[in-house]
């Protein structure tokens, strides 16, 4: 019995130990270079997602914006907070591009088409990313230590069931979406 005793209670620290220790050991958390207000800029600016995540001619994502996509309205200090002097003393003013870390960077392996999705599909941003285009403020990127990889690819939480979208972007969140929306892609569909 005792035995017994001392064993679950290895296996129950254990797993404690795996489940709630190890994912804050794996991830590195690293603050983005700005703080960015996507509310402010959608409600007060009237910027849709497209505005400045815009896909090019040819259906490509374009990817973070680049530095003239916010100079055009930033060249000099919209508001007073230190987050907008950072911006226009630090990369506005020197045309130096802003080195956001890339949430949801997918393995070179997979192939992701968002004019696909978005034009074809007809599927809105927040399907996919969640209300991140209502956020005030951007979280930290975690990134893990081992691979080098985005936390938010993964998801929040080791225990990945209950995601709400925008949480995780791995092959089974795609599979699940495709599936409810009785789309075939196939493994070439996605990997090349």
Same mark, same amino acid.
């Given at each position: ?108 392996? /997979? &192939? ?12 809105? #941003? *927040?399907? %996919? $990313?969640? +209300? =991140? ?25 080791? /225990? &990945? ?12 969140? #795609? *599979?699940? %979406? $495709?599936? +409810? =929306? ?11």
């Amino acid at each position: 019995m005792r035995f017994t005793l001392f064993f679950a209670a290895g296996v129950a620290g254990a797993l404690a130990a795996g489940w709630l220790l190890f994912p804050r050991a794996l991830y590195q958390a690293e603050t983005q270079p700005l703080q960015f207000n996507h509310k402010m800029h959608k409600d007060k600016a009237g910027t849709e997602c497209s505005g400045c995540h815009e896909l090019l001619p040819d259906g490509q994502f374009a990817g973070i914006p680049k530095l003239e996509s916010c100079a055009m309205c930033h060249a000099e200090p919209q508001g007073s907070t230190q987050t907008e002097k950072q911006l226009v003393e630090n990369y506005v003013k020197p045309q130096r591009e802003i080195p956001w870390k890339v949430y949801l960077r997918q393995p070179a392996n /997979v &192939r992701f088409s968002h004019a696909v999705h978005t034009r074809q599909g007809g599927l809105k #941003c *927040e399907q %996919c $990313h969640g +209300g =991140h285009g209502d956020s005030e403020r951007i979280e930290p990127f975690y990134r893990n230590r081992i691979s080098g990889e985005s936390r938010n690819v993964w998801g929040p939480r080791m /225990v &990945r069931a209950g995601l709400r979208p925008g949480e995780a972007m791995k092959m089974g969140d #795609c *599979e699940s %979406c $495709h599936a +409810g =929306h009785n789309v075939l892609a196939g493994c070439l569909g996605c990997h090349q």
